[in-house]
Nanobody, 122 residues
Framework: QVQLVESGGGLVQAGDSLRLSCAAS?????MAWFRQAPRKERDFVAA????????YYADSVKGRFTISRDNAKNTVYLQINSLKPEDTAVYYC??????????????????WGQGTQVTVSS
């Protein structure tokens, strides 16, 4: 069982930037970020293949969010620029257990983190 621990969230102002991190306790396959705003469902944000060669973004975040990973550190990052109040949410990291055997982007994930809160004030 791989543990995922997110960090980097906080209270920021509109227009600021943040970099979220998610450290995995072991090797994983594809990884992704999701977010859940208050009183809303959890939404997909971005995914990255296990090599980092492929990325996929939700239309709503294209151009402002960048997902990356460092496999030497078993860590995935989410760079968020030009933050908006509507980006306020709990951001969750997710990972696939294996490096292959699924479509791209993966329709489901095996491991989930506990989330990190991002609050953007206007």
């Amino acid at each position: 069982q791989v543990q995922l621990v997110e960090s980097g969230g906080g209270l920021v102002q509109a227009g600021d930037s943040l970099r979220l991190s998610c450290a995995a306790s072991g090797r994983t396959g594809a990884m992704a970020w999701f977010r859940q705003a208050p009183r809303k469902e959890r939404d997909f944000v971005a995914a990255i293949s296990w090599r980092g060669s492929s990325t996929y973004y939700a239309d709503s975040v294209k151009g402002r969010f960048t997902i990356s990973r460092d496999n030497a550190k078993n860590t995935v990052y989410l760079q968020i620029n030009s933050l908006k109040p509507e980006d306020t949410a709990v951001y969750y990291c997710a990972a696939k257990r294996t490096i292959d055997g699924y479509t791209w982007p993966p329709p489901a994930y095996d491991y989930w983190g506990q989330g990190t809160q991002v609050t953007v004030s206007s």
